[in-house]
């Protein structure tokens, strides 16, 4: 459980550190309007429940090996579905990768800032 | 709905600019060749609806969590799609990457003419 | 018929190009280690056929919407299944990438020539 | 079975030389954290077994072919779910990446060793 409170925690760092980047900022809002776009589509000419439509949509644009078991079955939904991973699939990856960089980076700093008061403790004693 | 009609204005707009870039029509011209070899395969040797098979076609080339329900059951249609996957995804995935970063650029200079409007607007107060 | 055959073609250009560089070689034959060892694997434990084996193993380390309905129901089956991907994806990956790129910039050097012929012929014409 | 314990060889090769970077280390910690956080959900909540939720953990964040057949059905597993590869997508995808560039330098690297031994075994027998 508390490396469940530990991830999210650091999650929720990298989250607002990436935030801070204006660019993230417009990734985030880009991203935001595909999926809204894309769940809308879904619920009126698929007929699927909200939660449903908000998944598929935002599985289909990330690179995963997570079935959903749900797939549009009419032409118009497979036709819409093609345009909106050609649309959503790349902005999605730049942003799944940009806060993977964060999340790694906030780790990263934070190790270090241990390392340098263990280091700090050990020059202490020294003395 | 406005939400998706913006969203399609800003990829049309981030597709006018990538054409006029003249790597991305190389780049188009061969995901559409590799495309129709494929869509015309699937239709002749697994027997699919035209739909179905550039449906296939076109996510099966798309790092995605969509399943399509479609699945060569031939020998020869499974050799073939290795073939297809190996050409086609490598183009595909950078496609995709371009057109991302061609559609967050679009967004950002949009906020960047917006930020700059209101500076000038604030500017012309002050006077 | 002819988009296939040109593809076909452009892609076998790109085989041989690729392969005058030594690290792609490299890159082939780690690869070719790694699919050997999962063929093996899943016709042996799982009890697979080789056109199923080499199909799953070649399209599971491939970042694709492509659903092979082959799926290791044993324990053994799925502890290995992670090794591999996490052994082989990123592998695979890289080899995608790099034959992507060469195919795009053999397409964009046919263009050049192309295009150095046409305006060799308008020079030639004014003269 | 010769491949198999080449490749495995390779594999360990990597590992070792890719955990000697610090920042490897970060990015496996992390990762583990996560698995281990999805792990914990998916057997409490989806009522799955541990190999069933590791396996389904370690696959969804891989960009692969594989379909695991397991998948969420409660509408909190849904939900949690897009978080899970929201967070996870981005550090396992550089984790694959920098697993895959150390495997194919370290078989750059014996090649080198290989040739370099011939090319020494050539002057030597020329004296
Ligand atoms: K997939
Ligand atoms: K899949």
Do not use: H
């Not at 508390?2 to 980047?21: D, G, M, W």
């Not at 909200?50 to 599985?59: K, N, P, R, S």
């Amino acid at each position: 459980m508390l490396s469940f409170i530990l991830t999210v925690k650091r999650f929720l760092e990298a989250l607002v550190k990436a935030f801070k980047n204006p660019m993230f900022l417009s990734l985030f809002t880009t991203l935001f309007l595909i999926i809204l776009s894309g769940t809308l589509f879904y619920t009126k000419k698929e007929g699927w429940g909200v939660i449903d439509a908000i998944y598929f949509c935002v599985v289909s644009l990330i690179p995963t090996g997570v079935n959903t078991n749900l797939s549009p079955v009419t032409s118009l939904g497979k036709i819409f579905t093609m345009l909106y991973l050609v649309v959503g699939t790349g902005v999605m990856f730049i942003t799944l990768l940009t806060l993977g960089k964060t999340m790694i980076n906030t780790k990263a700093l934070e190790e270090r800032k241990t390392e340098g008061q263990k280091k700090l403790n050990e020059y202490r004693e020294k003395k």
